[in-house]
């Protein structure tokens, strides 16, 4: 089930400072008035006096008191930054709080850094990781610049967690990583808009056309790598289980029948995978409010077909019930590992974020910088029953990681294609004079948010 949408904007000059303070991790160094100099002066002078207080003190004290001096230096410069930055460089006040934040939470020693708690970052000079335009797997949905979007910010923020960075992305590495073995991704089309994601991250480490090509069959894409025998695939299966969506053409159905019993014509094609990554929210959302889920017990055949008609959660807790079961008793934990994708917000309703509903996310060209927004469709209770439900196969030896993505997501209501995108369906009269009522603001522009979550990927690959 797909929206479609496209998208305006407005370009922004960003100063070579910005640029700089934003993308190196280290404290940017401030050019500052002349009107300044005084306080930048007492500044050093006080460096120099506090410099001896280590001398009276023990090697423990002697660490807080560098931190101290640290923290103080760095509000400083918060505060001369903040009085010659105007409206454009939200983005640059939003790394000063993250530097605030990164101070507070290093002092917690021994504590694991979670990716997943951060900020945005804008970052013209390490992003894009690739170019949509050059990319020749991207696809017409997703493709925003291509389709008339102009501003391209959306394509310039870097996810910063608090407290450590992701582990720099290096497509030769992954390659070497999947040679001769096969990564899948399972479910709709916000986990295909992840794998074209992916396919263009390594595709342009192949500079050469002939190692490289994409496969259609079905519901199934491949793309190989053929130098190194590598295949990441893409399987189309938007409620895990067999059902009446499993077209992928065809399925804008809101009288949706998934059969609870039925999994292993989809399995079948993922069965020999070495990575596979699922993901399955948006089909079990509600379009309206009395939308239910079919369930389809026995079949046709047999004679003993039966039809129940259940909330969607209920629905969806069956498909987690067959899958888990059917993990374990298939996947080989030697070889196989298994990730489960957080749900994707979408940003349908602009009110969310102090806007007009009328405009969904259309020309929102900047992050939400509250720090721990949720939207109100943002619902995290199907990602705590799938991974309770996957906690029942740890006695077993299989290990699901949830590539936990959803917070990171909610803040980005600026990176949809909205109105930017090949349309498919004829658009109506009534769409073309209203826009937002058809702005795409489930789907994601590439590059883009879904990159971060192949950062994720890769690290948790690499190095866990």
């Known amino acids: 089930m797909e929206e479609h949408n496209k998208r305006g904007g407005l370009t922004i000059t960003i ?13 940017s160094v401030l050019q500052y008035p002349v009107g300044l100099r005084s306080i930048m002066t007492s500044l050093v002078a006080f460096f120099f006096v506090v410099s001896s207080v280590p001398l009276l003190f023990d090697r423990g004290q002697e660490t807080q008191v560098q931190m101290v001096l640290e923290h103080e230096n760095q509000e400083m410069q918060v505060k001369v930054a903040a009085a010659h930055h105007d409206q454009q460089l939200r983005g640059q006040e939003a790394e000063v709080q993250w530097r605030a934040e990164l101070q507070d939470s290093t002092r917690g020693a021994g504590k694991e850094c979670k990716w997943s708690r951060g900020r945005w970052v804008y970052d013209n000079m390490s992003r894009p990781l690739y170019s949509g335009l050059k990319c020749s797997f991207i696809f017409p949905e997703v493709a925003c610049d291509k389709y008339g979007r102009k501003d391209v910010m959306y394509q310039h923020w870097r996810w910063q967690p608090h407290g450590c960075d992701l582990p720099r992305f290096d497509a030769t590495k992954l390659l070497e990583k999947l040679r001769n073995k096969r990564l899948v991704f399972v479910g709709d089309s916000v986990n295909r808009n992840q794998w074209v994601s992916l396919v263009c991250m390594v595709e342009a480490s192949i500079p050469d056309d002939r190692l490289k090509m994409r496969v259609y069959n079905g519901s199934l894409i491949s793309f190989k790598a053929l130098e190194y025998n590598a295949t990441i695939d893409f399987y189309w299966s938007p409620l895990l289980l067999e059902s009446n969506s499993d077209n992928p053409i065809i399925h804008r ?3 949706r029948i998934i059969r609870a019993d039925r999994i292993e014509k989809h399995a079948s094609v993922w069965r020999d995978a070495d990575i596979i990554v699922f993901n399955s929210y948006l089909w079990w959302r509600k379009q309206k409010d009395d939308m239910r889920m079919k369930v389809m017990y026995g079949s046709f055949e047999d004679g003993d077909a039966r039809l129940d008609e259940m909330e969607m959660v209920d629905g969806f807790e069956i498909a987690l019930k067959k899958l888990t079961e059917w993990l374990g008793e298939n996947i080989d934990k030697n070889k196989t590992r298994i990730f489960f994708a957080g749900s994707s917000p979408t940003h349908s309703w602009a009110s969310d974020w102090g ?7 259309l020309n929102e060209t900047e992050p939400i910088y509250k720090t721990g927004y949720k939207a109100a469709t943002t619902d995290y209770s199907l990602m705590a029953m799938a991974k309770s439900y996957f906690g029942t196969l740890e006695q077993k030896g ?6 936990n993505i959803t917070e990171l997501s909610d803040y980005r209501k600026d990176g949809h294609p909205t109105v930017y995108r090949r349309q498919y369906v004829p658009l109506t009269k009534e769409q073309i004079a209203n ?6 603001c489930t789907h994601w522009c ?10 994720f990927l890769y690290g948790y690959l690499m190095y866990k």
Do not use: F
């Not at 070579?16 to 404290?27: A, H, W």
């Not at 590439?446 to 950062?455: F, H, R, S, T």
């Open 398 to 403: 299989i290990h699901v990681q949830i590539l």
């Open 253 to 255: 159905v809101e009288y």
């Open 446 to 455: 590439l590059p883009g948010v879904p990159d971060v979550w192949n950062e």
């Open 15 to 27: 100063p070579e400072e910005r640029m700089k303070s934003e993308v190196t991790p280290k404290m």
């Open 355 to 361: 806007g007009e509903d009328r405009n969904k996310c």
């Open 435 to 440: 826009p937002a009522s058809y702005a795409d």
